[in-house]
């Protein structure tokens, strides 16, 4: 067998694996960050900061009527 055969294997299931390992941290990223995105942590006001209204935005939430003159 010869040693550029065995070579190009070699680079070939190295390149698989990569991308193997690629995907499979991908996907535990996007699921370590669904559950942390659903835990009662986040949702929670737990460092006591302050929470800030958008000057856009009135008090129940629709845009003000400066705003909707301008469309």
Do not use: P, W
Not at 3 to 26: C, E, M, V
Not at 55 to 71: I, M, P
């Amino acid at each position: 067998v010869s040693y550029y055969y065995l070579l190009s294997h070699l680079k070939l299931l190295l390149s698989a694996f990569k991308l193997k390992a690629f995907t499979i941290s991908l996907s535990s990223i996007f699921f370590t960050s669904l559950v942390c995105a659903q835990s009662g942590i986040y949702q929670n006001n737990t460092m006591d900061f302050e929470h800030t209204k958008l000057s856009g935005f009135s008090d129940d939430g629709r845009v003000k009527v400066l705003l909707l003159n301008l469309l």
